[in-house]
């Protein structure tokens, strides 16, 4: 079970890797949010495995069984979940605020939207203020 | 000793942000209610840390759980001293931005984000176990991303995502190595874990192979938080972009709390055994490139923003250079170097605000006459800016004191490069001072604004004023925060107390079961 767990690890981290190293921000996001899943089932590899040695699965807690996995992880897991799920939103936000006021999101051309000679922003045009 | 109050100081700040959210429409509610909490938690911070200043250690353990069962809270001289420079700077940057920010930014979620972006900092600051470090940081990023493009222009659009992909990949390998961490030993009590990283050592039975590599690991989590050597690319277009109180507010928070957490975290747990011997070379090495790469690029740039960015990343390394040392005073040089850093650094970004605001441009060849202009910011720049460099009387000296003094014996070369820092940066700041203040005012033609009508700057300048204050009251008063600094250094060399505070095991005395999960 263990194996199985590390094999898919390797496997989501490898898309992951290659996803994030495109120049698109999509790719990069949809790379960074499958790195996030990779995280996640490599801890659920920290609570042990639920296959016992000859073979026979554990039993689950509702059905009285003595000997249980570590749930501690799994809570873990439950708050990164949440966590990355909010990131993942604040970042599809971000995604569709650039896309429509610079009309790209590839990283070459966003890097070229900042003319190094342009002064900084100010905070609020003086004139604006009252 | 237990106090369950300890929570207040993430509640409070979370209650406002709901609060702000719910008076969005009216910007002065929101700024009393955010003074209201700033306030507050700064006076909570400042008893507590009045209470802690003898050695003892507070510990909150939430809804009554035991240590390594439930969320553990702890307030000791380290995290003190540093919850208090923190809200100082919150609160000066804070008042400066009701003068500067343009009204509909402020009022489009400035308020909220900021007290989240404290919960976030709160609680790494006070956390008690690695798992709850990781929530704490991502509050605060998630907080910081909010702010970063606050008023969303094309250029903060463009160059924010630097700084959150490598965030979001820094937090992925947090998590990854929290979960070997706990794979290891059963545990993310920091307590608990130096406490069996300690029983471990000592009995000769070793540490599980994986420690070294989930040592270094965090390494680069915490470095890529907190700026150093390799990790530092995201600084200097970030803080170039955003609005300056938010510029000002991540530089005095942001970076500190990766270096808070190396000073937390590897004293106690991850620079035990075998990992000791490929963290220290490390540390040091990243400290005197941070120091020295950060301050040649700071003399090499000719627009104020980035010269105060890119310094920010050279005042890391001297925090860094203080952790590699790894002794009572190196860690207490550090903490008294993070604390005088947060204020003055942010002081100065307020400054580079209204230099901008006076007149359109941060660029060093076109300012000029500033002082002749505005004299009140003339000699708060000055301050700060020897306060960074070091000057005797002021904050920087005694930092750098400290830290030279402890470095010489057995790393005379890292203070050696610290010393050659100090000098480039006193360059730097004279390079702005001579061209931005002292020089002939800039012919007609080059300004782009009028004159700013004093009243309308008022909050700006009272920001400033504190900020300066405070940067020179770290100064006069550096003995009695040098001596909480240097409990916090024996606290974090010698972690009994904290161990016996937290108490991690104390379900199992009884028993006398110990050891791994």
């Keep these: 079970m263990t194996t199985v767990l590390a094999v898919c690890v390797a496997v989501i981290v490898t898309v992951s890797v290659y996803l994030v190293t495109s120049r ?32 026979l699965l554990r039993q689950p807690p509702i059905l009285g069984g003595g000997d249980l996995v ?61 | 000793m237990s106090t369950d109050l300890l929570g207040l100081l993430v509640a409070i700040p979370l209650a406002t942000a709901i609060a702000s959210v719910a008076v969005v429409r009216h910007r002065h509610r929101q700024r009393v209610l955010g003074l209201v909490s700033l306030g507050s938690m700064l006076a909570l911070s400042l008893g507590w840390l009045l209470d802690v200043r003898d050695g003892d250690v507070l510990v909150s353990q939430m809804g009554g759980w035991p240590a390594p069962f439930g969320i553990t809270i702890v307030f000791d001289s380290l995290s003190g001293l540093l919850l208090c420079a923190g809200l100082v700077v919150a609160i000066g940057c804070y008042v400066h931005a009701f003068s500067v920010l343009d009204p509909e930014t402020e009022r489009r979620y400035f308020h909220p984000l900021v007290q989240l972006l404290l919960v976030g900092v709160n609680q790494c600051f006070l956390t008690g176990d690695l798992f709850n470090l990781f929530v704490g940081f991502e509050l605060m990023l998630m907080a910081s991303y909010g702010l ?68 270094v690991l965090l390494l680069f989590v915490f470095g890529a938080k907190g700026a150093f050597f390799p990790l530092w690319f995201w600084l200097p277009d970030t803080y170039h972009t955003c609005p300056i109180p938010v510029a000002a507010l991540f530089s005095g928070l942001l970076t500190k709390v990766g270096v808070y957490a190396v000073a937390r975290t590897y004293p106690l747990v991850f620079a035990a055994g075998d990992a000791r011997d490929v963290v220290t070379p490390l540390l040091l090495m990243s400290a005197a490139a941070t120091m020295l790469l950060g301050v040649l690029g700071a003399v090499s740039q000719d627009r104020v923003r980035r010269i105060l960015a890119v310094h920010v990343i050279s005042q890391v390394g001297y925090m860094v250079f203080g952790l590699s040392l790894m002794t009572t005073a190196g860690l207490a040089g550090a903490l008294y170097y993070m604390v005088q850093h947060m204020i003055v650094k942010s002081s100065l970004f307020l400054c580079c605000g209204v ?54 014996n057995d790393r005379w070369w890292l203070s050696l490069v610290a010393l050659v820092t100090g000098l480039l940066t006193l360059v730097s700041m004279l390079k702005v001072w001579s061209k931005g203040f ?62 016996e505070a937290v108490n991690p095991r104390a379900l199992f005395a009884a028993g006398g079961a110990g050891g791994g999960g």
Aim: net charge negative; hydrophobic share 50%; glycine share 12%.
């Design chain 2, 355 to 408: 230099m901008e605001r006076h007149t359109g441009t941060d660029d060093l060849g076109r300012l000029g006459g500033l002082y002749r202009r505005d004299r009140f910011l003339g000699v708060a720049f000055f301050v700060a800016a020897m306060s960074l460099v070091g000057l005797p009387p002021l904050s920087g000296f005694f930092g750098k004191l400290i830290l030279v003094r402890e470095g010489w």
């Design chain 1, 70 to 130: 570590d749930p501690l992880p799994q809570a873990l897991i439950l708050t990164a979940i949440v966590i990355n799920f909010a990131v993942m939103g604040f970042l599809l936000t971000l995604l569709i605020l650039t896309a429509r006021r610079t009309s790209t999101l590839n990283v070459d051309e966003l890097a070229l939207e900042d003319p190094p000679s342009d002064g900084p922003v100010l905070d609020g045009e003086p004139g604006r203020r009252r």
């Design chain 2, 148 to 215: 970063l493009v606050l008023g969303h222009s094309r250029r903060q659009l463009g160059q924010a995502y630097k700084y959150l992909l490598l965030n979001l990949i820094a937090s992925t390998v947090f998590v990854v190595s929290a979960g070997l961490v706990y794979g290891m030993f059963g545990t993310l009590n920091l307590a608990d874990l130096a406490a069996i990283v300690d029983a471990r050592v000592v009995s000769g039975e070793g540490l599980p192979p994986g420690f070294v590599g989930v040592s």
């Design chain 1, 24 to 55: 698109e921000l999509k790719s990069i996001a949809m790379g960074v949010f499958l790195l996030g899943h990779g995280a996640n089932l490599a801890i659920v590899a920290m609570s042990g495995s639920p296959v016992l040695p000859g073979g």
């Design chain 2, 438 to 499: 002292w020089s002939a005012p800039a012919p007609a033609g080059e300004r782009t604004t009028d004159v700013l009508a004093v009243g309308s700057m008022r909050g700006a300048y009272t920001g400033i004023g504190l900020l300066v204050a405070a940067a020179v009251f770290v100064g006069l008063a550096a003995e009695p925060i040098y001596d909480i600094a240097l409990q916090a250094g024996e606290q974090l060399t010698d972690p009994t107390a904290y161990i």
